[in-house]
């Protein structure tokens, strides 16, 4: 697999966390629903009589009842800010999972936040330059003097209808990248054509990463869209797996989720970089 890889020693945290990945599935789904629309016995987006809501707090609304995977198991300790439980399962010490999980991302636990929708969360950090990657939502997409707050100049949009907000504005230095990945339905057919599809965004991304510049990848809730991409950033960076990037970025944000026919794209992506890793065979 092309990229950036895994620092030595880091051990296989992001396969061996996902069953705490799972745990924050109800949150993701319950969020994520309200993000694409009602439906029945669901809240809707938007509220009769009350047009000022904000996504944030209706998503809020929605979430309400959702079970946090870290609120869920009593008498945590905290690992540098961060929530972490010490049980163990089967021989398995989940404290020792998630520290090497934040050491294969390259991650300091105490920016990482615990709760299940945030504006942005960050999924790694380039080992060498220490530049942050995050996934972000509308609201970080729109609010300039957050991206300032943590350093972020570059954008990608992952959407085809979300304006680049800062592009015009009078003082701004952040540079975007449109990167409409639901076009793989109609782009991707092979493995080698899911690789093409993304290498012009992950060129963009990690020349960014090398130079020390903070990036940030968003769509409308910075879930589905823009979760996908944080997902196959994380294959491509970090070394992983599919099914080990998914839970990883769960981790970090609980409101990724690569639906639909996302989650083919990552499995033509792994199948497309593994060939290209594996040692030609010659004389066959």
Known sequence: MSGLRAPPGSGSGGSRSSSRGRMGQTTAATVGRAMV???????????????????????????????SPWKAMPSKPKLNGYFVTQTTNHGLDFDEEAKKLWARLNLDPSVISSGPYNA?????????????????????????????QNGVTHVVNCTDNMPNYHENTSG?????????????????RSDADAARFVQPMLEWV?????????VMVHCLAGAHRAGTTGCICLMHFAGLSAKEAVPAAKRCRPIIDPIGDFPELLAK????????????????
Do not use: C
Request: no cysteine; net charge positive; proline share 4%.
């Open 172 to 188: 701004s230095l952040i540079k975007y990248y449109r990167f409409d990945i639901s076009r793989f339905h109609r782009l991707v």
């Open 37 to 67: 629309g009602a439906k029945r016995g669901e809240l809707p987006l938007r509220r009769a009589g009350n047009p000022n809501d904000r996504l944030e707090e209706l998503l809020g609304k929605a979430a309400i009842h959702a079970i």
């Open 206 to 214: 990690g020349a960014a990463l090398a130079s020390g510049e903070n």
């Open 269 to 284: 992506l792994e199948r497309s970089w593994r060939r290209k890793s594996e040692p030609a065979i010659f004389g066959a």
């Open 120 to 148: 942005m969360d960050a999924l790694w950090q380039h080992p060498e330059s220490r530049a942050v990657f995050y996934v972000g939502n509308q609201t970080a997409a729109s609010n300039l003097a957050l991206l300032r």
